[in-house]
């Protein structure tokens, strides 16, 4: 079973944003289709968090699934140890949610943050 002790219990969207967009070699003068620069820049410097459909247009404009810029605010690193980590992490609540094995918010086996 996955540990939660390893990955991050709070989104850090901005450093997630930064190294994506540098993977991609995209500056943020290449995202306004998505949003702003000044919203970007705030995002980057962690003054905001962005909302679904502001992750869905960052993500559009990356070239990405949203859930992997979502996964990447949870990771440490983008290596791939913090990745598998979080998406085994993923794949067990998801799992236990639909055989239904959830009791009141929790999943049963998985660690708390």
């Known amino acids: ?3 939660r002790k390893n990955v991050r219990p709070q989104a850090d969207f901005g450093r997630a944003l930064q190294q994506l967009r540098a993977a991609r070699g995209v500056t ?24 679904i459909r502001t ?7 990356l070239q990405i699934h949203p859930l992997t810029l979502i996964a990447a605010a949870y990771c440490q690193d983008l290596d791939p140890a913090s990745v598998n980590e979080i998406l085994k992490i993923v794949k067990t609540d998801i799992q236990a949610l639909a ?14 943050f």
Do not use: C, W, Y
């Open 99 to 112: 055989s239904g094995q959830a009791e009141h918010g929790d999943l049963k086996g998985s660690e708390p």
């Open 55 to 61: 992750i869905e247009g960052l993500a559009e404009n």
């Open 28 to 51: 943020q003068e290449d995202m306004l289709f998505a949003t702003s620069r000044r919203h970007i820049s705030r995002v980057e410097q962690g003054h905001q968090v962005p909302g």
């Open 1 to 3: 079973m996955p540990s």
